[in-house]
T-cell receptor, first 113, second 112 residues
Framework: NAGVTQTPKFRVLKTGQSMTLLCAQD?????MYWYRQDPGMGLRLIHY???????AKGEVPDGYNVSRLKKQNFLLGLESAAPSQTSVYFC????????????FGNGTRLTVT | AQSVTQLGSHVSVSEGALVLLRCNYS??????LFWYVQYPNQGLQLLLK??????LVKGINGFEAEFKKSETSFHLTKPSAHMSDAAEYFC??????????FGAGTRLFVKA
């Protein structure tokens, strides 16, 4: 049982380049989330999805886009990377209940130069 | 709206000493509260959760937390620290919607 899998684990981009981060979960969770983690700021929600074909903005959505074409996958795109997007990105998923905790992937460390 | 404040970005204890990590929350609805732990180069893992049943919640690895509505607190404790407890700990709150809001985290150091 793989849980939540993120690819790639590391990536270095130049300013203005684009990339897509992939997240896959095998737990049949309805909800999926993308967070970024920066020192001293905890985790901040970028975008989330409450089901296949639906997405919504979180706290810090600017500069990012997402898609959820299949229930098990949630993609995060950076169209034109900026140094301010240097961060560790985490994907998470959960069941629908309010008491359901998040299940996290191991993260993608992105550096934008 | 919900928010979480974790007091102390770094806490250092000796092995065998009490661990106390502080968390205060704000929520416009009865909250569901969580503590997660993050080891280096890994994602977050659930330690324990409060979901309006018992106010004293026991989690994995000997940790527990007490929900105090009057103080809007959900502090995490462990009677005796172990070297393997060194990690970063995050308090989180869920209000009425889909989102989980995290505190800034507290890094726990354990001295031999």
């Amino acid at each position: 049982n793989a849980g939540v899998t993120q690819t790639p684990k590391f990536r270095v981009l130049k300013t203005g380049q684009s990339m897509t981060l992939l997240c896959a979960q095998d737990m049949n969770h309805e909800y999926m989330y993308w967070y970024r983690q920066d020192p001293g700021m905890g985790l901040r929600l970028i975008h989330y999805s409450v089901g296949e074909g639906t997405t919504a903005k979180g706290e810090v959505p600017d500069g990012y886009n997402v898609s959820r074409l299949k229930k098990q996958n949630f993609l995060l795109g950076l169209e034109s990377a900026a140094p301010s997007q240097t961060s560790v990105y985490f994907c998470a998923s959960s069941y629908t209940g309010r008491d359901s905790p998040l299940h996290f992937g191991n993260g993608t460390r992105l550096t934008v130069t | 709206a919900q928010s979480v404040t974790q007091l102390g970005s770094h806490v250092s204890v000796s092995e065998g000493a009490l661990v106390l990590l502080r968390c205060n929350y704000s929520s416009s609805v009865p909250p569901y509260l969580f503590w997660y732990v993050q080891y280096p180069n890994q994602g977050l893992q659930l330690l324990l959760k409060y979901t309006s049943a018992a106010t004293l919640v026991k989690g994995i690895n000997g940790f527990e937390a007490e929900f105090k509505k009057s103080e809007t607190s959900f502090h995490l404790t462990k009677p005796s620290a172990h070297m393997s407890d060194a990690a970063e700990y995050f308090c989180a709150v869920k209000g009425g919607g889909f989102k989980t809001i995290f505190g800034a985290g507290t890094r726990l150091f354990v001295k031999a």
